[in-house]
């Protein structure tokens, strides 16, 4: 937490992270980008800082997440892409401006293309989001398999067999209430859960 905000879920894959700022979606929404500076923060710890964001470019934002979420969740059931969904993805892909340059380490940085542009941040999460709904990285579209979550996440451990958008949250509630469910079909004894162990992510 921070200044009273609820703390933002950190993956590796840009477009999940964002879509991931609202969680429980299936439950007790969790907003995690609440005010325009919050989403100044998000874009900051993801790589795309911006100086400012006005309340008008955090409805984009939102909307662009939500049809990232609609059009990936489609996608993780190979289900048809909703229309309105893939219509705001390439609006927000195509009118921001960044580019990808090279740090002097080998690292990819996006530079954009002003200080104060959300939109140029907006671009780059699209088009992560574009790249995995197109297939074309390696890993696989799936959805969370909290019934509060069904987030849709990009699964790249080399069994494809994650089941949860993060272990750390959905991952470890599934494994306690199967922890408790064990415990009370055993008559309340501890350690005969069967030793399923956590697994990483
Ligand atoms: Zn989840």
């Known amino acids: 937490m921070r200044d009273g905000f609820p703390d933002f879920r950190l993956g590796s894959v840009l477009a999940t992270s964002f879509t991931g700022t609202l969680s429980e979606r299936h439950g007790t929404a969790v907003e995690r980008i609440p005010t325009p500076q919050r989403l100044v923060d998000w874009l900051a710890v993801s790589g795309l800082a911006v100086e400012s964001c006005t309340p008008a470019q955090l409805d984009l934002a ?24 893939v219509q705001v993805i390439n609006d927000r ?11 002097p380490e080998g ?13 140029d941040a907006l671009s780059v999460i699209a088009a992560d989001a574009i790249s995995i709904i197109a297939g074309e990285r390696d890993g696989r579209l799936a959805l969370c398999a909290s019934p509060t979550c069904q987030a849709a996440f990009f699964d790249t451990s080399q069994s494809r067999t994650r ?3 993060d272990m750390n949250t959905c991952g470890n509630r599934q494994k306690k209430a199967r922890y408790l469910a064990n415990q009370r079909a055993s008559g309340g004894r501890a350690g005969s859960s069967g030793g399923r162990s956590p697994s990483p992510r």
């Open 62 to 85: 939102r909307e662009l997440r939500e049809s990232i979420h609609a059009a990936a969740t489609a996608a993780a059931i190979q289900d048809a892409l909703p229309a309105a969904a």
């Open 107 to 119: 690292e990819r940085r996006w530079q954009l293309g002003s200080a104060s542009s959300v939109e």
């Open 93 to 103: 892909s195509v009118q921001g401006r960044a580019a990808a340059v090279l740090t």
């Open 163 to 165: 089941r949860w958008c």
